[in-house]
């Protein structure tokens, strides 16, 4: 599939729905407690993009996925299913929130602390956000892809850090995840060169130990091999003229 290029009216189309995600994830902040179970968060985001938005949320029923958001907790990657799992003091828990608005799709999710967590929760909640924000800082037409995975790649590697490489970045709008790939790890000078008009995520997995991961036997749920810790931020990211906009920024985001 080529990459698409969004006309003025898509675009406007992309900030609603990008809008719409970012403010799911401002809306569960206070629900990310201990004793609260990522069923529970998964039932108060859908009746929440269904019933106040009047969007759709893109993960249920995708591919078979059987809930409405993603929730990955300590050393899951990314992709986790809501269940009866409670969450507890100190866990760190990533929320994935998609929404389809429109026919567009809005793509976000952040690291939650539970409680008080360890240093070391923090200090890879805390990567992984810079990993992202590097990339998201390069964005403008004329820039390749490869320049910013290795950017990326190159931060969290100085912080002793591993990328995930088995999942990536995606291109996005009609569809949830479109061409291009966009790697976190890579080389200059390589890959796709961004143009106005393109839509897509970065969201780097960031393992305070080692890169290999391993699919859960439910077939989603994507754990880091040795159990270390892991994070993920995501934002949906459209080229301007001139540079970039962040789709789902939240107020108090900034860095
Ligand atoms: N939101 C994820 C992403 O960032 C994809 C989740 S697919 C699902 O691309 F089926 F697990 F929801
Ligand atoms: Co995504
Ligand atoms: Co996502």
Wanted: proline share 6%.
């Amino acid at each position: 599939m080529p990459v698409t290029i969004k006309t003025p009216e898509e675009i406007e189309k992309m900030r609603v729905a990008g809008r719409l995600a970012a403010d799911v994830l401002i809306m569960i902040e206070e629900h990310v407690r201990p004793g609260v179970s990522t069923d529970e968060l998964d039932r108060i985001c859908h009746d929440y993009i269904v019933n106040v938005q009047q969007a759709i949320p893109a993960p249920l029923n995708y591919r078979g996925f059987p809930k409405s958001i993603c929730t990955s907790v300590n050393h899951q990657v990314c992709h986790g299913i809501p269940g009866e799992k409670i969450l507890r003091n100190g866990d760190i828990v990533n929320i994935d929130i998609t929404v389809i608005k429109d026919g567009f799709h809005g793509d976000t999710s952040k690291m939650f602390p539970v409680g008080t967590v360890k240093p070391a929760a923090e200090r890879v909640s805390r990567i992984a956000r810079e990993c992202m924000m590097i990339g998201i800082d390069m964005v403008k037409p004329g820039v390749q892809l490869g320049d910013i995975g290795f950017a990326i790649q190159n931060h969290a590697e100085a912080q002793h850090c591993s990328i995930v490489r088995e999942y990536c970045g995606h291109g996005i709008g009609r569809e949830f995840h479109e061409d291009p790939q966009v790697l976190h790890y890579g080389k200059p000078g390589t890959g796709l060169t961004l143009q106005e008009g393109m839509c897509f995520t970065i969201e780097p997995m960031v393992n305070i130990g080692k890169r290999q991961v391993k699919l859960l036997p439910d077939g989603w749920t994507v754990v880091t091999k040795d159990h270390s810790l892991s994070a993920q931020w995501e934002h949906t990211i459209l080229v301007t003229a001139d540079g970039h906009e962040i789709l789902t920024t939240r107020p108090g985001d900034e860095p």
